[in-house]
Structure formats: structure tokens, C-alpha cells
């Protein structure tokens, strides 16, 4: 009879990085639609990078600072944002090095421009374990599809969580759908 075990912990510590991962990417949707900056910090690498290409935007981040200060700027008070991930593929590279696929499904409604969007679009991500934690160091989207509309009147929400612990944006702000930012 051989010893099995430390082929078991290593299936087992396997598994629990692909669940810590699919968590990881939970917790990144939850932030962005509740702009908790500070705990969308501490999901992403030092040198974390994105790219984001939609039906007539692309944004890019070349660092963390920026991006926060991008999510910061665009999730306030006057939006409504839901986004979920779903069916994550996760392949482990080695014991520090992952990549993803995630499917996500996205709502955004802005208040001023009463510009609605709906889509989906699929992730690719790269992780790094960073002092034993699994955090996002890369993420590039590219949408399945993408619809937006202006809607005749703003809808009638019942709650909205950024309206009440989002910041305020100045009266003067504009939404510039092309950049995602309001200047």
C-alpha cells in the first residue's frame, strides 16, 4: 500500500485555490456595484491592469491606482450598476499563477443621461497568490453583446445603495459614455 497523502493535500490545497479564486471573483462584482474601494484594493495585485472593450467604449487601466480611481468616478450616487459572474473556469498555472474565463451578465442606469445598459461579455483573468492570497492581476472583457437605450423617463427604484452610501457627484458633471467617466 503507498502513501496517498501527499497526493491528497495536493488535490485538496488545488481545490481550495479554485474555490478561493471563484470567491475572489464574486467579492470584485460585489465591490464594483457597491464602489467598496478599499476592499476592491485588497483583491488586485500592485500591478494590476485591465482592459475593458464594449460596443463603443474601451477603457483601460494600466495600474491599480488608476482603475480605482476610474470605479471611484463612475459608481456614485446617480448610477445603478448590477453585475454577476457566472460558470467560472479556472485553471491553475502552478502554486502562484491562475487563469479564468467568467461569463458576466451586467445592468447599468444613469440617472442624468437616463442611458440604460444591458449585456454580457466574458472575462479573462490572471491571478497571483501574493503573500499566501489569491488576488486579480489581470482582467480584459470583451462583450458578447451590448445594448444600450435612453429610456423616456427614470425608472422607479425602490432601493439603491449607491444613492445612499455612494459619493455625490458635482452639479455640473456630464456622463461621456465613450471614456465611462463624468468630467
Not at 458576466?104 to 449585456?119: A, C, I, T, W
Request: charged fraction near 30%; include cysteine.
Amino acid at each position: 500500500m503507498t502513501d496517498d497523502a501527499p497526493e491528497l493535500a495536493r488535490r485538496l490545497q488545488r481545490l481550495e485555490d479554485i474555490e478561493e479564486i471563484k470567491r475572489l471573483r464574486a467579492a470584485y462584482f460585489r465591490c464594483l456595484d457597491t464602489a467598496n474601494l478599499e476592499e476592491l484594493a485588497s483583491l488586485l495585485t500592485e500591478d494590476f491592469a485591465c482592459l475593458c472593450l464594449g460596443g463603443d467604449y474601451e477603457y483601460k487601466a494600466d495600474s491599480k491606482a488608476e482603475f480605482l480611481e476610474i470605479i471611484g468616478n463612475s459608481f456614485h450616487r446617480e448610477i445603478v450598476t448590477q453585475h454577476n459572474g457566472h460558470g467560472p473556469e479556472i485553471d491553475l498555472v502552478d502554486d502562484a499563477h491562475a487563469t479564468g474565463t467568467i461569463y458576466f451578465h451586467d445592468q447599468v442606469y444613469h440617472f442624468r443621461s437616463r442611458e440604460f445598459l444591458m449585456g454580457t461579455g466574458i472575462y479573462r483573468d490572471r491571478y497571483r497568490k501574493d503573500a499566501g492570497r489569491w488576488r486579480i492581476e489581470y482582467g480584459v472583457y470583451e462583450r458578447v453583446y451590448e445594448l444600450t437605450e435612453t429610456l423616456s423617463r427614470e425608472p422607479h427604484f425602490t432601493a439603491h445603495w449607491l444613492g445612499k452610501n455612494g459619493k455625490q457627484l458635482p452639479p455640473e458633471a456630464s456622463y461621456d459614455p465613450v471614456t465611462g467617466r463624468y468630467s
